[in-house]
């Protein structure tokens, strides 16, 4: 930028600071007071205060759009707070800046566009919306010269977004690594710890609130993927990460005995999303994982999130919290709030934004991992043998093997055995051509699980 | 701040920033190069462009200031870089921004102070000038319209002074727990994985370059003051906590049976830095601690340093990483350059400040947890119900005992016993007192150990 340049620049934000700042404080609206929003409600009405110092000028809620009035909340309202009329936020001249919480993907999308047109700043927490539509968005947001924020679309309260955008931004990071949906770490924290089945575990889940009665967005990892599309597209600056191009496996096909094999080979098992940044393209996936037990995010149990960055010259880095519910959305939904209206203030615009161009995303099957496999065998005469020489033969080698006398059984006459395999890293293509080979084996009964295993 | 005010402070900015901007680019100067002063330097000979993009403008690095320019270094520096002459940075006109990393708290103090008097915007990782002197500079950089920032002062690349102060401000924190220290944090860590002695540990440490010739600072426990410090005047608001207030206990007295102990009752031992905001006042303290296995920190091993936070709305979040080390401890300053240069760009200042005010830190007696008490006893009749009474009759009540049949031997045909002790949250005082009483029993051989225990 040169001097003539920053001159312009100045001169045309104060004439915007000034435009801005007619009205002596930040007026907000808010679209959508379900569980995030009337958390929202609730902080502002109980620190008005602190979040205005926070801000450094005086807030102010003016409408709340809602579709039932009278829908029953843990919030009292002021009256007149309250509107069913989308307008009333939209189109009010006085607002500047719209929290858009509607959760249904179309909805918030045109919300969040309108709004945006109309020169307001928007803060929302809509991982589907941001992770599928930022790049349109962000384009929108610019012509308009406004913040569009989204630090509640990842991790509730841990705060990830804005630091990959602002304090780590003298990093290259070559990997990031989570655990990225409360719903399914708590299920298998249950599994793990109080020896659950899949089914009684996601029962007792739904039954406290935290797993939807249908519960596919988080048990398949596709709420994983839509986290994991927006952490990678801001870690590696290569570009959109389309959540569509994410390899995805959810977590109903893991059995009890897989967490007690892992837990005597050394591991724990955690839904995992991870991306990196190879030379071939950007790998992400998501699927359930071992974990060393020293592994940084292996005591990261229950609803909690955690989230492990590895890049330069940071270190490994990893963050860890309440990965959702009303209160700790709200506090990421307030930060941006306060980062929003301060840019509202200086005539500031944040550039939180991924590309638009799409990243080059590597098919799964060219990746490389060490990988768990559990399988099922008639026991018998030269099995370890065969088995060792099925993985040699496709160029897979084998870090650990576990078979049990504990976990032999005699079936119908016929000596059964289940057999834990851990193998070295080796690519994802060669391990389903191994796995594939071995199940055409005569001995082999059945492949029960095939799960990745990551390093500490 | 009325309308009014804000064009008054819209104006006084611009011509900041035409005046910062006169030249085209944020020129650097920094002070030191030693381990941290060496990665600083090479990241920008690495980095940039990657630097100047995540600042919006060139950056230019003109002079580095040490004490021998033929001490060898792990970077090429190109000719001219190098000056013995503090004037060179300090005095320079075209340098705004200088990264100050004399290590030396007379020198580092007295060097910050100058350069804020000549306007420039500073960096430093010094936690002992920061944490004793911080109100002071504040108020001098306040006075010259210039940033003091100090992410590197406290957890190396973990980045949390900066969040405290922008992300997580429309929050109110109750508590932060730390493991500040990774010095201290490697030495546990050997005693409890690999059952070292506490003199073999540090040995090692010192052969590893992790502890200093003389690691009373570490060990004792005073580089976690000062760190502890920083963080609870930024988390609780209530004024400048004087590292001297601080509590402080060592690691040198922790005994290998005490990790033994602690893994039998479900804990593990660490170094923690703990305050907390209570009514009465700001609870501070460094000391070994106990942690349930399953506490968010618990996993927060070798040289690595965690922080766990607990606030409203937020509630509790952990950030954990390399707490110390070159390329970490460079990456935060270069995060502190670029938001110091984005704010010498903007005509923006951040006052990443703590109050001048000291805030009213409790006594240490005056505070309630719970404790873990090592003592050998000679064995006998009525044991455990005479050292019930003698707790019970301080108002401290009993939560885990263990006397184990391998920890009892014959000395000198007197039967001998150990025992440990697991107290419910009581009083400090009161605790004290119990142990003076246990002490003065003629069955009592020794109190080997007292540590306070967290609950998850």
């Given at each position: 930028m040169t001097y003539k340049c920053l001159v312009d620049r100045i001169t045309q934000e104060s004439v915007h600071k000034i435009k801005m700042l007619e009205q002596d404080c930040i007026?907000?609206?808010?679209?959508?007071?379900?569980?995030?929003?009337?958390?929202?409600?609730?902080?502002?009405?109980?620190?008005?205060?602190?979040?205005?110092?926070?801000?450094?000028?005086?807030?102010?809620?003016?409408?709340?759009?809602?579709?039932?009035?009278?829908?029953?909340?843990?919030?009292?309202?002021?009256?007149?707070?309250?509107?069913?009329?989308?307008?009333?936020?939209?189109?009010?001249?006085?607002?500047?800046?719209?929290?858009?919480?509607?959760?249904?993907?179309?909805?918030?999308?045109?919300?969040?566009?309108?709004?945006?047109?109309?020169?307001?700043?928007?803060?929302?927490?809509?991982?589907?919306?941001?992770?599928?539509?930022?790049?349109?968005?962000?384009?929108?947001?610019?012509?308009?010269?406004?913040?569009?924020?989204?630090?509640?679309?990842?991790?509730?309260?841990?705060?990830?977004?804005?630091?990959l955008i602002c304090r780590y931004s003298p990093n290259r990071f070559r990997s990031v690594q989570g655990i990225l949906n409360g719903t399914t770490n708590s299920i298998l924290t249950r599994m793990s710890l109080d020896n659950m089945e899949y089914g009684a575990a996601l029962s007792l889940a739904q039954k406290e609130g935290l797993a939807e009665p249908d519960p596919t967005n988080d048990v398949e990892g596709y709420d994983a993927a839509y986290k994991l599309a927006i952490l990678a597209s801001l870690a590696f600056k290569k570009g959109w990460v389309d959540p569509a191009q994410i390899y995805c496996e959810g977590i109903s096909r893991i059995h009890p005995r897989d967490f007690k094999n892992a837990d005597d080979m050394g591991y724990v098992i955690k839904l995992i999303g991870a991306a990196s940044d190879t030379p071939k393209g950007i790998e992400a996936w998501v699927a359930p994982a071992l974990l060393p037990k020293d592994h940084l995010l292996a005591n990261v149990n229950g609803a909690l999130n955690g989230i492990l960055l590895q890049g330069d010259p940071i270190g490994d880095v990893q963050l860890a919290g309440p990965g959702a519910g009303g209160k700790p959305t709200a506090a990421s939904i307030w930060s941006d709030v306060v980062k929003a209206s301060k840019d509202i203030i200086t005539g500031n615009v944040s550039t939180n934004h991924f590309s638009t161009e799409k990243a080059t995303v590597l098919p799964f099957d060219e990746s490389e991992h060490s990988n768990y496999v559990r399988l099922t065998i008639i026991d018998g005469f030269r099995r370890v043998e065969n088995i060792g020489r099925i993985f040699s033969d496709n160029e897979v080698s084998i870090n650990q093997i576990l078979q049990l006398k504990n976990r032999k059984w005699l079936d119908e006459g016929v000596n059964m055995a289940e057999m834990a395999i851990d193998i070295d890293p080796s690519g994802e293509g060669n391990i389903t051509k191994a796995i594939l080979d071995l199940s055409q084996a005569d001995y082999c009964q059945e492949i029960g699980s095939r799960f990745r295993i990551l390093s500490s």
């Open positions: 007026n907000i609206g808010v679209l959508g007071a379900g569980v995030v929003g009337s958390s929202v409600l609730e902080h502002y009405y109980q620190s008005r205060n602190l979040l205005s110092e926070a801000v450094g000028a005086p807030i102010n809620l003016r409408f709340a759009v809602v579709r039932d009035l009278a829908k029953p909340r843990n919030v009292i309202l002021p009256e007149g707070l309250l509107s069913t009329n989308m307008a009333d936020v939209i189109e009010d001249p006085q607002i500047n800046l719209v929290i858009s919480l509607l959760g249904n993907e179309e909805a918030e999308r045109s919300a969040i566009t309108a709004a945006i047109n109309q020169g307001k700043h928007v803060v929302t927490a809509n991982k589907v919306v941001m992770a599928k539509h930022g790049p349109e968005l962000f384009a929108i947001a610019s012509q308009n010269g406004v913040d569009l924020l989204y630090e509640a679309a990842v991790g509730g309260g841990i705060q990830v977004v804005d630091n």
